[in-house]
């Protein structure tokens, strides 16, 4: 049998006895206010932590699962890892990537005498969520025991909500890629309750023993339960990528998957169009990008469908199973006898959360614009949806938008620069756009000084390069190079005469047919003036040059 070791935990007696959280506190209702402090019920907190620095390929299309007289029905349960400074009922705090064990406490530890203390943050979060979700907030709300043994869960039961959650029955707007048919799709959210994160387990390669880390353990989450409304893959990794946005748009969590901190566990079944029973569902785990959830998915359906056809629907059991990305599949990794029994019942430790509409207006006029307004506000710009869906994907991206369009800059000609030149650098260098040196005040300023004549567009994207990397101004680099643009007529037919003289060859085969030698003059001229000439007045004058001399 394997055996379980708990890693690098050192502690005193004298710590567990002297911990806040050691000491007995009578459960009463809680009520929060508008006035609530960071904690409900204070204990010594630490520093706070410094800040966490497509979903597509774009030349991938998902394949058609292929139905054939079947529909898929898929909902999906996200856990959303929030982003406080401390645990959700010690002072802890947690650092993703920190030594196992050393960000622990006997509450954590689930040792015998402690008591939880609410974090009021993760109250404020589910809040902000659940109103953003156009979700009814319970007023009065409570936490369950969900009763069950697993080694990275030291109580032996989870703190989390059962019966009374405290938001439900909601929905999100969701505009579909256009390369994958574009349109618009509402789902349903069930429920948004609180809970607390398990620890970790952490298996050796040979097999034969497994490594507790409790860093995790009491780290706040807020699980997302969706209606079963999405039908396809596409749909549900459009509406987990939109959860991600918002909680990101809100700052209550940083929404990497990668880390954890967004977690989607699927559940597919299919049945007959026109059919209102549900089939059998599997939940399918272990995707860690939305890319993979949609193929999870899409060949989770085939293999129903196939099953089906083949007259092995029994085949079909009630299970979960994990997306191999290497093979593309999903395997099974436990079969399900029945349903759960968790045993739940009221936490006796922690009071009813109770909520004034005071507290919940004052959070919901703190809600910022969210990724479905930021989108209708694009598109009634006049931007192509592509255009919207590109700038609204990323908060930061659409604040510098936002900001450089507040300075005077044309939408369409900003939205174009922010996803071409630095979007294309972020890219390469993989950076966010808080990482560059460019302002939003200089690309507007950029982009006017091009509007206006002063320089060329291909001189734009020199200066471009210039203000993300060393950052400064458009009119100090304009200056520093000499990169005004030549508007002299006069100026500008002294250099397309020059060109023309000193290619008498290329002269004579325009002359005998060979129009598309004026590009060639028009380069030379431009190499000439170091980029300098204004495009439309050297053509207008090359044009009537080589014309004339015909």
Known sequence: MASLRFLGFRATPSSFLHHPSLTAIRASPLLLFASSSDRILTVQSPPAMPKEKSIYPSNKKVADPGLHGFEAVIGIETHVQLSTITKAFCS????????????????????????????????????????????????????DRKQYFYPDLPKGYQISQFDVPIASRGFVDVDLPVEFGGGHRRFGIT?????????????????????????????????????PDMRTGIEAAEYAAE???????????NGNMQEGSLRCDVNVSIRPVGQVEFGTKVEIKNMNSFSAMSR????????????????????????????????????????????ADYRYFPEPDLPEVVLSEEYIDQIRKSLPELPEAKRRRYENMGLSMQDVLFLANDN?????????????????????????????YLKNERLSINDIKLSPQ???????????GTISGKIGKEILVELITKGGTVKAVIEEKDLIQIVDPAAIEALVDKVITANPKQLQQY??????????????????????ANPMLLNKILIEKLNAEN
């Open 442 to 452: 200089e690309l507007a300023e950029l982009i006017a000084s091009i509007k206006n």
């Open 191 to 227: 429920r948004v309750h609180m809970e607390e994160d398990a620890g970790k387990l952490m298996h050796s390669d040979s097999g034969s023993c497994s490594q507790v880390d409790l860093n995790r353990a009491g780290v706040p989450l807020l699980e997302i339960v969706s209606e």
């Open 396 to 424: 930061y991206v659409a604040d510098f938008f936002d900001d450089t369009i507040k300075k005077g800059a044309d939408a369409k000609l900003a939205a174009n620069w922010i996803m071409g030149d630095i979007a294309a």
């Open 243 to 253: 959860i991600q946005r918002m909680v990101r748009y809100l700052s209550v969590s």
């Open 296 to 339: 999870a998915i899409d060949f989770e359906i085939s293999r129903q469908v196939l099953l089906h056809s083949q007259g092995q629907s029994d085949q079909i059991v009630q299970e979960t199973r994990l997306w191999e990305e290497g093979a593309q599949k999903t395997v099974t990794m436990r079969k399900k006898e029945g349903l």
């Open 92 to 143: 802890c705090p947690y650092s993703y990537g920190a030594q196992p064990n050393t960000t622990i406490c006997p509450v954590c530890m689930g040792l015998p005498g402690t008591l939880p203390v609410l974090n009021s943050k993760v109250v404020e979060f589910a809040v902000r969520l659940g109103l953003a979700l156009n979700c009814s907030i319970s007023m009065s709300s409570k936490f």
């Open 511 to 532: 002359h005998g047919g060979k129009t598309k030698l004026q590009g060639f003059f028009a380069g030379q001229v431009m190499k000439e003036s170091k980029g300098k």
